[in-house]
C-alpha cells in the first residue's frame, strides 16, 4: 500500500528507518571500535570515539591475559565453560524433547496431555522459584560448582521449550503415516528414525538455535551455581566489570565483550530465519 | 491439545512380554519428561513450603506462617522493587509495543533492504543482557559515555546522567531493555501485518480511504492478539528481569533500581535468609500469575470461540 | 551457603605456635566462634587509611597529614580552593559507602562503633555520635564526583594521582592496585584514617582461610601444613608485600626492603589501636555481623550516600530499623 514513487513521503521513511537502524547499531559499533583503542586512549577521552592508534592486542589481552577475580588467563577459559555446558546441554534437551514432542504428539499414551500441560508450565515458572530447590539437589549428587550440573539443569529445564516446540511441528504430521508403519510392523524408535526424523530438520534446527543461544546466553544459573574458575563467560564479564582490586582497561574489556558475544551472533547471522521462527514459536504458546 | 483423530492410535493394554521389550522406549518417553515434571511441581513445593518456615542460612523445617511474607513486604528494597516493577513493566512494554509496531509498519512499506534492515533490529535479541546492561553501562556513565562525548564536543553544560540520579536510573533500564527487545515485537508485528488478508485492504483503497486511514481502520485492529501475546511476553520478561539490572546498574545507584528478581537473588544468597527469599520468589510468581491467568483465560475463550463459533 | 559442614579443631596447632598472643584480640575471637579456632586469618587490612594525593596537598599549600575530623574537613576546604576539583576520590559501590559511615563512625568514637555495629546496642544506635557520623558521611559525599555513581574507587585513581581528586578513605589494599598501575610512592601519602580522639582507630579487615573438616588423610595432611605456612612470618610477609596489606601476627618487623611507610604506619596504627582498644572490625566487609544485617545496614549507607534529601536524622530512624527488620 501507499504509493511505490519516490515521493518525499518515501523518503521520509527511508529516513526514519535509517535512523532507527543507526540508534539499533550504536551500541555495537561504539563496542567494536573501543575494542581497538587502547586503555589509555578511552580514559582520557570517552567510550565513544574513533581509534587513534589500532590496538589489536586488546583481543589477545582479553583472550588470554587480564585477570578476572585472581586469575589471570584472560576469557579463554570461561569461553570454554560455556561451550561445555551449552553444546551437550543443547543436543541432550533437543534430542529428549524430539522424543518427548512426537511421543505426545503422535504416540498418544495415558496421561500425556496431563504431564505435556504440567511441562509447559515450565515456560512461564520463574527461575528463582527453582534455585533453592537446585542448590540442594546439586549438592546433593555432589554437583555443585561444576558443568556438568549446569548441563543437568539446562537439559532438565530446557525440555519445557523443546518438547513444545517439537510437539507444534510433529501434530501437523499426518496421522495416517503413522497409523500406516505401525500396521507394518514399526516400533516406536523405528518410526520416530525411520520417519520422523528425516521430516524434522526445519524444527531440530529451530530448537538448536533456540537453546544454544539461550544456555549460552545465561547468567542466573552461572552465578548461583558456579564460582571462579567454574563460571560460564556471562557470570566471568560481570566478575570482570565488577573487578574493583583494577583500574578499569575498557579497550581489552570491550574486547572480551565481542567475543563474549560472538558465538550467539554468528548464530544469528548464519540461520536468521530459523532464529526468528523459534522466536515467535517460543511466543505463542 | 486433546486430538480427536489420534486416539485410534492410542496402544491397547500391552501384554506382559511386551513390556519388556518396550521398556527402551518408556523410558524414553516417560524419564525426561516426568523428571522435567516432577521437578516443576516439587521444586514450586518445595519452595513455597520454605517461604513458611524460620530458614535462614539453611533450610530448615517449622511453621512461621507469613512472617516472611510479612517482613519482606514491609522491607524498603522490596517496596521499592515493587514500584521500579510497575514503572519499569509498563514503561518498557509499552514503548517496546511502539517501536515494534513503528518498525514493523515501516518495514512494510516494501522498502529496499528490508532483509538487511530486519537483521539490524533483530540482532541484539542474540547478545546477553549480562552483554547488553555492560555495553550500555558505559554509554550511559556520564563520566565515559554519552555525556563525556558531548562535553569533549564544546557542549559542556550538557546532562545525560540518569545512571546515576536515582529518580532517572531505572529509565536507563528502560532503554537497554527497549533496545535489546523491541525487535522481538516487530518480528511478531510484521509477520501479521503481512498476513493481513490483501482483499480487506483492497476494499478499503477502493472505498477511498488513504494509507494512514487503512492502517488505522482496517489493519491495526486485526493485531490485537499479537498485540496481547507481545504484552505477555514482555511482561513475563519484565517480572523476572535480572541479569540487564545485574550488568547495568545492579540496583543502584543506592538501591534505587531494585527489582523483584534482584531482592529474591540478594535475600537468598547474599543475605542468608532462605525463607524471605522463597516468600520473596513466590510473591514475583505471585505477580507473574496476576498476568499470565488472564491471558490464559482469554486464550481458552478464543480458541472455544474459533472451534464452536 | 555455609551448611552443616564441620570444621577443624585448630586450638592444638595454635597453641603450639604461640600464635594467640600475637593476634588482635577481636580478630582472634572471629576466627574462634565456639571458643575454638577453626579459620586462621592471613593477613589485615584497615578499611580507614586515608591515602593523600602529593599533587592536590600541593595545590592545596598543605602539608600536615590530617589526625581529626575536623583537619579532613579542612584539608578539603583548602583543596577545594586551591583547583583540586572533587577533595574526596572515593568510588561509588555498596562496600564503598559502607567504608564512608564506619570511617565516620568509628573516628568519632571507636566505643560507639562498638557498641552500635559490632553489638547492636539499641541506645548506641540511636545515639549521637551515629547522627554526627552521617553528618560526617555527608561533607564526604558533598566532596565527590557525582557523576561516581557505583563505579568502584579504582575509576578515579589517576584523577587522584593528578590532583584532579584529593584524598580517599580507603583500605590498605588500594596501595597494591596503585601500584599495580605503575604509581609510585611518591605520588601519594598513605596515614590512619581520621580519628578525633587523636590516637589511631583500626577497622580490621582479614582475609582468612577456614579449614573444613576433610576425611581423605592425605589432604588432613595437608590442612595441617596449610595452617603452619598461615601462621609463619615469612609467609605472611610475603603476601602483604605483595598486596599492600600487613601481617596478622603484629610481631613481624616492618621496618625493612619491601615495606611502605603506609605499611609501617599501618602496623604501628594496629599495635596502637589494640593497645587503646580501638580495633574494630569492619561492618563493610563483613566482619561485624552476619550478611543479612551487614547489608541491611549498608543498604541505610548507600541510599544515605545517594540521597541527599535524606537528612541525618532520618537516615538514623533508617539505620534502627533496618537492624531490627532483619533481625
Given at each position: 500500500?501507499?504509493?511505490?514513487?519516490?515521493?518525499?513521503?518515501?523518503?521520509?521513511?527511508?529516513?526514519?528507518?535509517?535512523?532507527?537502524?543507526?540508534?539499533?547499531?550504536?551500541?555495537?559499533?561504539?563496542?567494536?571500535?573501543?575494542?581497538?583503542?587502547?586503555?589509555?586512549?578511552?580514559?582520557?577521552?570517552?567510550?565513544?570515539?574513533?581509534?587513534?592508534?589500532?590496538?589489536?592486542?586488546?583481543?589477545?589481552?582479553?583472550?588470554?591475559?587480564?585477570?578476572?577475580?585472581e586469575?589471570?588467563?584472560?576469557?579463554?577459559?570461561?569461553?570454554?565453560?560455556?561451550?561445555?555446558?551449552?553444546?551437550?546441554?543443547?543436543?541432550?534437551?533437543?534430542?529428549?524433547?524430539?522424543?518427548?514432542?512426537?511421543?505426545?504428539?503422535?504416540?498418544?499414551?495415558?496421561?500425556?496431555?496431563?504431564?505435556?500441560?504440567?511441562?509447559?508450565?515450565?515456560l512461564?515458572?520463574?527461575?528463582?522459584?527453582?534455585?533453592?530447590?537446585?542448590?540442594?539437589?546439586?549438592?546433593?549428587?555432589?554437583?555443585?560448582?561444576?558443568?556438568?550440573g549446569?548441563?543437568?539443569?539446562?537439559?532438565?529445564?530446557g525440555?519445557?521449550f523443546?518438547?513444545?516446540?517439537?510437539?507444534?511441528?510433529?501434530?501437523?504430521?499426518?496421522?495416517?503415516?503413522?497409523?500406516?508403519?505401525?500396521?507394518?510392523?514399526?516400533?516406536?524408535?523405528?518410526?520416530?528414525?525411520?520417519?520422523?526424523?528425516?521430516?524434522?530438520?526445519?524444527?531440530?534446527?529451530?530448537?538448536v538455535?533456540?537453546q544454544?543461544?539461550?544456555?549460552?546466553?545465561?547468567?542466573?544459573?552461572?552465578?548461583?551455581?558456579?564460582?571462579?574458575?567454574?563460571?560460564?563467560?556471562?557470570?566471568?564479564?560481570?566478575?570482570?566489570?565488577?573487578?574493583?582490586?583494577?583500574?578499569?582497561?575498557h579497550?581489552?574489556?570491550?574486547?572480551a565483550?565481542?567475543?563474549?558475544a560472538?558465538?550467539?551472533?554468528?548464530?544469528?547471522?548464519?540461520?536468521?530465519?530459523?532464529?526468528?521462527?523459534?522466536?515467535?514459536?517460543?511466543?505463542?504458546? | 491439545?486433546?486430538?480427536?483423530?489420534?486416539?485410534?492410535?492410542?496402544?491397547?493394554?500391552?501384554?506382559?512380554?511386551?513390556?519388556?521389550?518396550?521398556?527402551?522406549?518408556?523410558?524414553?518417553?516417560?524419564?525426561?519428561?516426568?523428571?522435567?515434571?516432577?521437578?516443576?511441581?516439587?521444586?514450586?513445593?518445595?519452595?513455597?513450603?520454605?517461604?513458611?518456615?524460620?530458614?535462614?542460612?539453611?533450610?530448615?523445617?517449622?511453621?512461621?506462617?507469613?512472617?516472611?511474607?510479612?517482613?519482606?513486604?514491609?522491607?524498603?528494597?522490596?517496596?521499592?522493587?515493587?514500584?521500579?516493577?510497575l514503572?519499569?513493566?509498563?514503561a518498557?512494554?509499552?514503548?517496546?509495543?511502539?517501536?515494534?509496531?513503528?518498525?514493523?509498519?515501516?518495514?512494510?512499506?516494501?522498502?529496499?533492504?528490508?532483509?538487511?534492515?530486519?537483521?539490524?533490529?533483530?540482532?541484539?535479541?542474540?547478545?546477553?543482557?549480562?552483554v547488553?546492561?555492560?555495553?550500555?553501562?558505559?554509554?550511559?556513565?556520564?563520566?565515559?559515555?554519552?555525556?563525556?562525548?558531548?562535553?569533549?564536543?564544546?557542549?559542556?553544560?550538557?546532562?545525560?546522567?540518569?545512571?546515576?540520579?536515582?529518580?532517572?536510573?531505572?529509565?536507563?533500564?528502560?532503554?537497554?531493555?527497549?533496545?535489546?527487545?523491541?525487535?522481538?515485537?516487530?518480528?511478531?508485528?510484521?509477520?501479521?501485518?503481512?498476513?493481513?488478508d490483501?482483499?480487506?485492504?483492497?476494499?478499503?483503497?477502493?472505498?477511498?480511504?488513504?494509507?494512514?486511514?487503512?492502517?488505522?481502520?482496517?489493519?491495526?485492529?486485526?493485531?490485537?492478539?499479537?498485540?496481547?501475546?507481545?504484552?505477555?511476553?514482555?511482561?513475563?520478561?519484565?517480572?523476572?528481569?535480572?541479569?540487564?539490572?545485574?550488568?547495568?546498574?545492579?540496583?543502584?545507584?543506592?538501591?534505587?533500581?531494585?527489582?523483584?528478581?534482584?531482592?529474591?537473588?540478594?535475600?537468598m544468597?547474599?543475605?542468608?535468609?532462605?525463607?524471605?527469599?522463597?516468600?520473596a520468589?513466590?510473591?514475583?510468581?505471585?505477580?507473574?500469575?496476576?498476568?499470565?491467568?488472564?491471558?490464559?483465560?482469554?486464550?481458552?475463550?478464543?480458541?472455544?470461540?474459533?472451534?464452536?463459533? | 551457603?555455609?551448611?552443616?559442614?564441620?570444621?577443624?579443631?585448630?586450638?592444638?596447632?595454635?597453641?603450639?605456635?604461640?600464635?594467640?598472643?600475637?593476634?588482635?584480640?577481636?580478630?582472634?575471637?572471629?576466627?574462634?566462634?565456639?571458643?575454638?579456632?577453626?579459620?586462621?586469618?592471613?593477613?589485615?587490612?584497615?578499611?580507614?587509611?586515608?591515602?593523600?594525593?602529593?599533587?592536590?596537598?600541593?595545590?592545596?599549600?598543605?602539608?600536615?597529614?590530617?589526625?581529626?575530623?575536623?583537619?579532613?574537613?579542612?584539608?578539603?576546604?583548602?583543596?577545594?580552593?586551591?583547583?583540586?576539583?572533587?577533595?574526596?576520590?572515593?568510588?561509588?559501590?555498596?562496600?564503598?559507602?559502607?567504608?564512608?559511615?564506619?570511617?565516620?563512625?568509628?573516628?568519632?568514637?571507636p566505643?560507639?562503633?562498638?557498641?552500635?555495629?559490632?553489638?547492636?546496642?539499641k541506645?548506641?544506635?540511636?545515639?549521637?555520635?551515629?547522627?554526627?557520623?552521617?553528618?560526617?558521611?555527608?561533607k564526604?559525599?558533598?566532596?565527590?564526583?557525582?557523576?561516581?555513581?557505583?563505579?568502584?574507587y579504582?575509576?578515579?585513581?589517576?584523577?587522584?594521582?593528578d590532583?584532579?581528586?584529593?584524598?580517599?578513605?580507603?583500605?590498605?589494599?588500594?596501595?597494591?592496585?596503585?601500584?599495580?598501575?605503575?604509581?609510585?610512592?611518591?605520588?601519594?601519602?598513605?596515614?590512619?584514617g581520621?580519628?578525633?580522639?587523636?590516637?589511631?582507630?583500626?577497622?580490621?579487615?582479614a582475609?582468612?582461610?577456614?579449614?573444613?573438616?576433610r576425611?581423605?588423610?592425605?589432604?588432613?595432611?595437608?590442612?595441617?601444613l596449610?595452617?603452619?605456612?598461615?601462621?609463619?612470618?615469612?609467609?605472611?610477609?610475603?603476601?602483604?608485600?605483595?598486596t599492600?596489606?600487613?601481617?596478622?601476627?603484629?610481631?613481624?618487623?616492618?621496618?625493612?626492603?619491601?615495606?611502605?611507610?603506609?605499611?609501617?604506619?599501618?602496623?604501628?596504627?594496629?599495635?596502637?589501636?589494640?593497645?587503646n582498644?580501638?580495633?574494630?572490625?569492619?561492618?563493610?566487609?563483613?566482619?561485624?555481623?552476619?550478611?543479612?544485617?551487614?547489608?541491611?545496614?549498608?543498604?541505610?549507607?548507600?541510599?544515605?550516600?545517594?540521597?541527599?534529601?535524606?537528612?541525618?536524622?532520618?537516615?538514623?530512624?533508617?539505620?534502627?530499623e533496618?537492624?531490627?527488620?532483619?533481625?
Amino acid at each position: 500500500m501507499g504509493d511505490r514513487t519516490f515521493a518525499p513521503s518515501r523518503i521520509l521513511i527511508y529516513l526514519v528507518v535509517s535512523l532507527f537502524a543507526a540508534a539499533y547499531l550504536a551500541p555495537l559499533v561504539v563496542v567494536v571500535l573501543n575494542s581497538l583503542r587502547t586503555n589509555e586512549e578511552i580514559a582520557q577521552a570517552s567510550m565513544i570515539g574513533w581509534p587513534q592508534q589500532w590496538a589489536w592486542g586488546n583481543y589477545a589481552t582479553a583472550w588470554s591475559g587480564f585477570c578476572v577475580a585472581e586469575t589471570c588467563a584472560g576469557i579463554r577459559p570461561y569461553m570454554l565453560n560455556s561451550a561445555l555446558v551449552t553444546i551437550p546441554a543443547t543436543i541432550f534437551s533437543t534430542l529428549l524433547g524430539a522424543v518427548a514432542g512426537y511421543a505426545v504428539s503422535l504416540w498418544r499414551f495415558r496421561g500425556d496431555s496431563w504431564i505435556y500441560g504440567i511441562v509447559t508450565l515450565g515456560l512461564f515458572l520463574p527461575q528463582q522459584m527453582r534455585l533453592l530447590p537446585w542448590t540442594i539437589v546439586l549438592r546433593d549428587i555432589g554437583l555443585i560448582n561444576t558443568l556438568t550440573g549446569l548441563v543437568l539443569i539446562h537439559t532438565i529445564q530446557g525440555l519445557s521449550f523443546t518438547t513444545l516446540f517439537c510437539r507444534n511441528y510433529y501434530v501437523a504430521i499426518p496421522h495416517e503415516l503413522i497409523r500406516a508403519a505401525r500396521i507394518d510392523g514399526a516400533g516406536f524408535f523405528r518410526i520416530f528414525w525411520r520417519i520422523i526424523l528425516p521430516l524434522s530438520s526445519p524444527i531440530l534446527i529451530v530448537t538448536v538455535i533456540w537453546q544454544f543461544t539461550h544456555i549460552w546466553n545465561e547468567f542466573l544459573y552461572g552465578v548461583t551455581f558456579t564460582t571462579g574458575q567454574q563460571q560460564p563467560v556471562t557470570a566471568a564479564l560481570i566478575a570482570l566489570s565488577a573487578a574493583i582490586a583494577d583500574i578499569p582497561q575498557h579497550g581489552v574489556q570491550s574486547a572480551a565483550v565481542i567475543i563474549a558475544a560472538l558465538p550467539t551472533l554468528l548464530i544469528y547471522l548464519l540461520g536468521g530465519r530459523y532464529f526468528v521462527r523459534g522466536l515467535t514459536a517460543g511466543a505463542v504458546k | 491439545m486433546t486430538d480427536v483423530a489420534s486416539t485410534a492410535t492410542r496402544p491397547g493394554r500391552p501384554a506382559i512380554s511386551g513390556v519388556v521389550g518396550r521398556l527402551p522406549e518408556y523410558l524414553m518417553i516417560w524419564v525426561p519428561l516426568l523428571l522435567s515434571a516432577a521437578h516443576l511441581i516439587s521444586f514450586s513445593l518445595w519452595t513455597i513450603w520454605i517461604s513458611f518456615t524460620p530458614s535462614t542460612l539453611v533450610p530448615v523445617s517449622g511453621w512461621v506462617g507469613l512472617r516472611n511474607y510479612n517482613a519482606v513486604m514491609a522491607s524498603r528494597n522490596w517496596h521499592i522493587a515493587f514500584d521500579n516493577l510497575l514503572l519499569f513493566g509498563t514503561a518498557f512494554v509499552l514503548l517496546s509495543l511502539i517501536t515494534g509496531l513503528a518498525l514493523a509498519i515501516l518495514l512494510d512499506q516494501r522498502i529496499r533492504g528490508e532483509n538487511v534492515l530486519r537483521t539490524i533490529f533483530l540482532y541484539p535479541l542474540a547478545v546477553s543482557f549480562v552483554v547488553t546492561g555492560t555495553v550500555w553501562s558505559w554509554l550511559l556513565n556520564p563520566g565515559i559515555g554519552i555525556q563525556k562525548l558531548v562535553h569533549d564536543l564544546g557542549w559542556t553544560s550538557f546532562r545525560f546522567d540518569w545512571l546515576v540520579d536515582r529518580d532517572m536510573a531505572i529509565w536507563t533500564i528502560v532503554i537497554a531493555a527497549i533496545w535489546q527487545s523491541s525487535g522481538f515485537a516487530m518480528a511478531l508485528f510484521l509477520a501479521g501485518l503481512r498476513s493481513v488478508d490483501a482483499d480487506i485492504i483492497k476494499a478499503a483503497q477502493i472505498d477511498g480511504a488513504g494509507p494512514v486511514r487503512t492502517y488505522w481502520r482496517v489493519i491495526l485492529p486485526t493485531l490485537w492478539p499479537i498485540t496481547i501475546t507481545v504484552v505477555v511476553v514482555q511482561l513475563q520478561f519484565a517480572i523476572s528481569a535480572f541479569d540487564l539490572v545485574r550488568a547495568l546498574t545492579n540496583g543502584g545507584p543506592g538501591i534505587a533500581t531494585q527489582l523483584p528478581a534482584l531482592v529474591v537473588y540478594d535475600l537468598m544468597f547474599q543475605r542468608g535468609q532462605l525463607g524471605r527469599g522463597a516468600a520473596a520468589a513466590v510473591l514475583m510468581l505471585l505477580i507473574l500469575l496476576a498476568v499470565l491467568l488472564p491471558y490464559a483465560a482469554w486464550r481458552y475463550f478464543q480458541r472455544r470461540r474459533a472451534t464452536h463459533g | 551457603m555455609v551448611e552443616d559442614c564441620p570444621t577443624v579443631d585448630l586450638d592444638a596447632v595454635v597453641a603450639a605456635a604461640g600464635y594467640e598472643k600475637v593476634v588482635a584480640p577481636d580478630l582472634a575471637k572471629l576466627h574462634k566462634p565456639e571458643g575454638r579456632w577453626i579459620a586462621l586469618p592471613l593477613q589485615i587490612y584497615s578499611t580507614n587509611m586515608l591515602f593523600l594525593s602529593k599533587r592536590a596537598m600541593d595545590k592545596a599549600k598543605a602539608d600536615k597529614i590530617p589526625v581529626t575530623w575536623a583537619d579532613f574537613n579542612d584539608l578539603a576546604e583548602k583543596m577545594k580552593a586551591g583547583g583540586v576539583t572533587f577533595p574526596v576520590a572515593n568510588g561509588g559501590t555498596r562496600a564503598d559507602d559502607g567504608q564512608k559511615f564506619e570511617a565516620s563512625l568509628a573516628g568519632i568514637s571507636p566505643i560507639a562503633y562498638r557498641a552500635a555495629i559490632m553489638n547492636l546496642d539499641k541506645k548506641a544506635l540511636e545515639g549521637p555520635e551515629i547522627k554526627a557520623a552521617f553528618e560526617q558521611m555527608r561533607k564526604i559525599t558533598n566532596w565527590m564526583d557525582p557523576n561516581v555513581g557505583a563505579q568502584p574507587y579504582a575509576t578515579n585513581l589517576k584523577r587522584f594521582v593528578d590532583g584532579d581528586m584529593g584524598m580517599m578513605i580507603m583500605g590498605g589494599w588500594a596501595q597494591g592496585v596503585l601500584r599495580n598501575a605503575g604509581f609510585k610512592f611518591d605520588d601519594f601519602v598513605i596515614a590512619p584514617g581520621p580519628s578525633d580522639n587523636g590516637k589511631p582507630v583500626f577497622l580490621l579487615n582479614a582475609d582468612a582461610f577456614i579449614f573444613w573438616q576433610r576425611k581423605e588423610p592425605d589432604l588432613q595432611a595437608g590442612q595441617a601444613l596449610m595452617a603452619q605456612l598461615v601462621m609463619d612470618p615469612a609467609i605472611q610477609t610475603m603476601y602483604s608485600q605483595i598486596t599492600g596489606s600487613i601481617p596478622v601476627r603484629t610481631d613481624v618487623d616492618l621496618s625493612g626492603e619491601g615495606w611502605s611507610d603506609g605499611q609501617r604506619r599501618t602496623a604501628a596504627a594496629l599495635k596502637d589501636a589494640v593497645a587503646n582498644n580501638q580495633a574494630v572490625l569492619s561492618l563493610a566487609h563483613n566482619m561485624a555481623q552476619e550478611n543479612g544485617l551487614t547489608a541491611a545496614m549498608i543498604d541505610v549507607f548507600t541510599e544515605y550516600v545517594k540521597n541527599k534529601t535524606i537528612t541525618p536524622d532520618q537516615a538514623v530512624t533508617r539505620l534502627a530499623e533496618a537492624v531490627e527488620g532483619s533481625r
